[in-house]
């Protein structure tokens, strides 16, 4: 069975750019989850969409948004970007939210 | 401070001992306990997952979780070069807040030869 998937792999934007990155679930698993990791602060809960509905959501202001199609691929937007959007964006998906979830590669976001 | 504990190590180990990893909670109504391995530049890998109190083990890893104390471990028995990486433990609460984990900050684990 095919893991999570995320694209791209890699990312470079300047300052005030919008960025939008892609992850595909595990399939049969309907949630998805996004964590953003930085060295500073580790790994810090996104969102999670389940049904193309977002059902969780973590501290982070309103530039991040997210979305979910009906085969449940997910897809994250981050809007006017700072140089502290810097980081590794992680995807998890699991069957329903709750219990084992499985995070993808990742897509590196480095904002000059 | 923070929700959850964890020593950044790094923690550096002959192959073959036995390695204990731990963190301490301090949210009472987290349910769902979970084991990372995430090696450099790539994304966490699922070792162990256990929901409420109790032990799991699958083949050398052992995972703890004692509600009580607020205290989980995972026991890793000979310990080989391949698992030199950063372990993380994440746990979540009951219904409808399942899937926001809360992450430690992580281990660091070298396996020397």
């Known amino acids: 069975k095919a893991g999570v998937t995320q694209t791209p792999r890699y990312l470079i934007k300047t300052r005030g750019q919008q960025v939008t990155l892609s992850c595909s679930p595990i399939?049969?698993?309907?949630?998805v989850s996004w964590y953003q990791q930085t060295p500073g602060q580790g790994l810090q809960f996104l969102f999670e969409?389940?049904?193309?509905?977002?059902?969780n959501k973590g501290n982070f202001p309103g530039r991040f948004s997210g979305r979910q199609f009906s085969n449940s691929r997910s897809e994250m937007n981050v809007s006017t970007l700072e140089l502290g959007d810097s980081a590794l964006y992680l995807c998890?998906?699991?069957?329903?939210?709750?219990?084992?979830?499985?995070f993808g590669p990742g897509t590196r976001l480095t904002v000059l | 401070q923070k929700e959850v504990e964890q020593d950044p190590g790094p923690l550096s180990v002959p192959e073959g001992a036995i390695v204990s990893l731990n963190c301490t909670y301090s949210?009472?109504?987290?349910?769902?306990f979970m084991w990372y391995r995430q090696y450099s530049r790539k994304g966490p890998e699922l070792l162990m997952y256990?929901?409420?109190?109790g032990n799991k083990e699958d083949g050398r890893f052992t995972a703890q979780v004692d509600k009580s104390s607020k205290y989980i471990s995972l026991f890793i028995r000979d310990s080989q070069p391949s698992d030199s990486a950063t372990y993380l433990c994440?746990?979540?609460?009951?219904?409808?807040?399942?899937?926001?984990?809360?992450f430690g900050t992580g281990t660091r684990l070298q396996v020397t030869l």
């Open positions: 998890a998906s699991s069957r329903q939210g709750a219990g084992e979830q499985f």
């Open positions: 949210n009472s109504a987290f349910q769902y």
């Open positions: 399939s049969g698993h309907r949630s």
């Open positions: 969409y389940f049904s193309e509905t977002q059902r």
């Open positions: 256990t929901y409420s109190s």
């Open positions: 994440a746990m979540s609460a009951g219904t409808g807040t399942a899937s926001k984990l809360t």
